[in-house]
Every structure is written in structure tokens, then in C-alpha cells.
């Protein structure tokens, strides 16, 4: 680093105060008069100042060797703190690794001996700055001084996924032999006992637990719990590769296409995102930061387009941000964000991730809906979609004499909601709105317009394939 004594003639900066705000201003010029002088990073009035070209969209952090093991999962603490495992590798090794620094420097905290290759960690959890998990085959390791030293827990359970729900309580999806099913410890893992399996054909190799009576595991379906794991019920036709909730009620999933619910996982409805990928990644993931700002990973990259999915209005509108253009990386298995600004999207078998301090780049939002006309209306008004019988897709049109809450919602005969097309304030004027049903059977559907809750229209329409 390289300090330097300046006199910044900046008639708009009169004594601290002021500098403090106009802080970014303050650094940005800094930064554009010292960059040829001082390249890298520079310490100007006490403060280090990043290279430029990482104060916006994503850049590439680089893991250090890893002999040949890739990151099979990570997880940040907040903006600096963070901790990624792996996979084992010929010399039977895999790793914990810790970052203190946002992930532009990793370090191996802890060097776990596998009995073969084929060994990897499964994920790793912490509950606070001191204790966390990392979760492999046969052997649990446990930290209670922020990843100081590690207790290896043998419980030879042999896990395809673990939902941690506090430091003592945890449950465990196992799909292969006779026991499988799903387990629960109540004492930090060092116990398990068998829960029983779920169900119909198929044990579960994927569980997500909202909180401590509230989950979802995967087996030859859906299923959902409300007791802890105990018992569950399955939920018809679903299925997920990735599963989070905002609260009891509220939640997203993917699996070939984003879905929404708004009854605690009993109905979901698919939600419009953006044509720029051909399929999804068996691996995808979710990570939210309220229930209207959520990031989503696992499109496949396709036409020099990169995604990580983007919605800040509850997924009626996602968008895209192609990140890392000048490669073609395949697919982001892995999204996490502390806030609004510091995010991580893992890439797939890869030897660096990508991160962001602000964001992310621009992101490109699809609508199907249109104003058509700005006017004023002299009534509310739902009109009949044309075309009509249609495949797969046609236009909605509709006038709002004045602006307020619209939702434009589609159901199926059973009353059953498959996608919501609109829910937030619009304007006064003539609009139209595209709807798509690829992801739908033929039949009969119905459309509902609510203006301020007072439903103003509903209409039917025909998908003949």
C-alpha cells in the first residue's frame, strides 16, 4: 500500500463532516486521480480504498489448491466471515476452508482424512460467529471457537442432506438401504435415531426445515411435515432441486421452472422468468433477503449468458444478471447474500467464485405486461384473452379507470392458483398482459382481476396442445 498526502481542491468538501457525506463521491474521485500512480489498493486518509473494478457487478475470487477436491458447499457469516468444504481427492483429504476477508483470500482451516475418494462434505452450517457444522459421510465435525480447532463426531450415517435447525437440533435425509429415511439429533449431532421412513416408494435424499416444526424432504415426491419430522404428507405432482420460505406461508422452489406458494407448500404456481436458458442444473439454490429481494442460481448458461436470477417483488418479475461474461462457466450451483449489496454465487466444479460488494451488475427485468394507452377509462375492465382457444400463449387485456393494487391471478377448474400474472400498483390506463401456459396441461382456465381486493372481472380461456 501506498500513502499519500494529497490536497484535494474539492469546493463542495468543507472539513470532515462534509467528506463523510459524500463519502462515495469522496472515493470514487480519489480513486480515478490515484489510479495510475497507485495501482492495487491504496490507503488515502486512513481509509483502504479497493481497486475500482471491484466496487461494482462481480469478480473472481480464486480458491487456493485444493489437490484436485472441488467446493461442495459454503456459507458467509456476514461480509467478511465466510467458510466453504469440498470434496476428497486422491490423497483421501477433504477440506474446510475459512475467509476473513470477504473471499478474496481462502485459507484450508482443517484437513479431514476420508477412507476413499469418493468421500465429500455434504454442507457446512454455522449459528453464530463460534459454532457451526460441517457434515460429511461418517463423520461430523463440530466448531465452537469460530473454526479454531474442530471435534470429529463419528455417526457413520451416510447423509444426502442435513437440515440444521439450532445448535442442538438437526435432522438428516438418508435415501440408500433398508434404514433409510429421516433422523433427528436433539444433543449437536452426537446422537441420531431414526425418525422412519416417510412413506410411499422412495426415502428422501433432500430436506429443508423452515423452523423447527415446519419441512419439506424429497424422496419419490414432496412431502411436508408440521410435527418435527414425525409424520408427513405428501404434496401430489411437486418436486424440487432447491426450497426456501420467507415465513410459514411464503416460499419459492426450483426445479425446470420457479414456482411460488402462498399456503405453506400445499399449492404452488410457476412464475414467469426470463428466456435465456435452455434448462436447469440438478443442483440450483435460493438465497433471500426479504420477501420481495431473492436471488436464484442453477439456469445452465447458455448463448454467452451466465445467469443468477434476480426478483425484488416476490418473483411476479424476475430478472437476470450475466455474470463472469467473458467466460462461459456452466451453471452457479451455489447464491449467498449477507444484504443488499454482499453476495456470492459459487460456480460448479470450478476453482474460483464470483463475488459482489454492491449488487451485482444491471439487471435485466422481462414483463409481460404493457401499457397499451395511458387514458382514463370510463370503467373497470376485464376483456376476453385472445387468442382464444390458444397454445401456449395469449394476451389478457384490461383497463383500470383508476390506478390502485391489481392482481391478475389464473386458476385451474379446481380453484387451484397456477400462476399470478400481477400483483402490485399499476396506474390508470389500457394495458395487456402476455400469458404463457408451456408448463401447463390442456383445459379450461379461469383469470381473475382484483383492483384494492374488490375482484372487478373473471373469464375463461381454453389451452388446447
Avoid at 461418517?138 to 457413520?156: E, R
Avoid at 451453471?331 to 449477507?338: L, R
Avoid at 470450478?350 to 387514458?375: A, C, M, P, R, W
Avoid at 379461469?446 to 373469464?459: A, C, E, P, S
Wanted: aromatic fraction near 16%.
Amino acid at each position: 500500500n501506498e500513502y499519500i498526502s494529497m490536497d484535494f481542491e474539492m469546493g463542495f468538501i468543507h472539513g470532515m463532516q462534509d467528506i463523510m457525506d459524500t463519502e462515495t463521491a469522496f472515493l470514487q474521485f480519489a480513486m480515478k486521480y490515484l489510479k495510475e500512480k497507485c495501482p492495487g489498493e491504496i490507503a488515502l486518509l486512513g481509509a483502504v480504498v479497493p481497486d475500482i473494478s471491484r466496487t461494482s457487478g462481480w469478480y473472481q475470487q480464486y480458491f487456493p489448491n485444493l489437490n484436485g477436491s472441488s467446493i461442495t458447499g459454503m456459507t458467509f457469516l456476514d461480509s467478511l466471515t465466510g467458510y466453504a468444504v469440498t470434496s476428497s481427492n486422491s490423497l483421501l483429504q477433504e477440506y474446510i476452508l475459512k475467509t476473513t476477508n470477504g473471499g478474496d483470500n481462502w485459507v484450508i482451516n482443517y484437513t479431514h482424512n476420508t477412507p476413499n475418494s469418493n468421500h465429500y462434505f455434504i454442507k457446512v452450517k454455522f449459528i453464530d460467529a463460534n459454532t457451526g457444522f460441517a457434515f460429511g459421510w461418517i463423520d461430523l465435525l463440530k466448531t465452537t471457537n469460530g473454526g479454531l480447532s474442530w471435534n470429529v463426531i463419528p455417526y457413520n450415517l451416510y447423509p444426502d442432506d442435513i437440515a440444521v435447525i439450532n445448535n442442538d437440533t438437526m435432522l438428516a435425509a438418508r435415501s440408500n438401504g433398508f434404514d433409510g429415511g429421516v433422523y433427528r439429533t436433539t444433543n449437536g449431532g452426537y446422537n441420531w435415531h431414526a425418525l422412519g421412513q416417510v412413506g410411499g416408494s422412495g426415502q428422501p435424499y433432500r430436506i429443508y426445515m423452515y423452523d423447527k416444526n415446519m419441512g419439506f424432504c424429497l424422496g419419490a415426491q414432496l412431502r411436508k411435515t408440521t410435527n418435527g419430522g414425525v409424520n408427513w404428507f405428501a404434496i401430489p405432482g411437486e418436486t424440487y432441486t432447491s426450497i426456501i420460505f420467507a415465513d410459514s406461508l411464503t416460499g419459492w422452489k426450483c426445479f425446470d421452472s420457479i414456482k411460488k406458494t402462498t399456503n405453506g407448500g400445499l399449492n404452488w404456481f410457476s412464475q414467469n422468468t426470463p428466456n435465456i436458458s435452455n434448462s436447469f442444473f440438478y443442483k440450483s439454490d435460493f438465497s433471500i433477503i426479504n420477501k420481495d429481494t431473492l436471488w436464484m442460481v442453477g439456469a445452465i448458461s447458455y448463448n454467452n449468458i451466465n445467469p443468477i436470477f434476480k426478483t425484488t417483488n416476490g418473483g411476479l418479475n424476475w430478472g437476470y444478471q450475466n455474470a463472469d461474461p467473458s467466460h462461459y462457466v456452466g451453471v452457479f450451483s451455489t447464491i449467498k447474500f449477507t444484504n443488499k449489496f454482499n453476495g456470492w454465487a459459487n460456480l460448479f466444479d470450478q476453482t474460483y467464485n464470483l463475488h459482489t460488494i454492491s449488487g451485482g451488475n444491471d439487471t435485466t427485468y422481462y414483463t409481460d405486461i404493457k401499457l397499451v394507452e395511458e387514458f382514463t377509462p370510463k370503467e373497470y375492465s376485464l376483456g376476453q384473452n385472445y387468442p382464444n382457444p390458444f397454445n401456449p400463449s395469449t394476451n389478457i387485456p384490461f383497463e383500470l379507470k383508476n390506478g390502485g393494487y391489481v392482481t391478475l391471478r389464473v386458476y385451474d377448474i379446481t380453484g387451484r392458483m397456477v400462476k399470478e400474472l400481477m400483483n402490485g400498483r399499476w396506474g390508470r390506463g389500457s394495458y395487456v398482459c402476455d400469458f404463457d401456459g408451456s408448463g401447463l396441461s390442456s383445459g379450461m382456465y379461469i383469470y381473475q382481476l382484483t383492483v384494492d381486493n374488490r375482484q372487478l372481472g373473471i373469464k375463461k380461456m381454453a389451452l388446447v396442445k
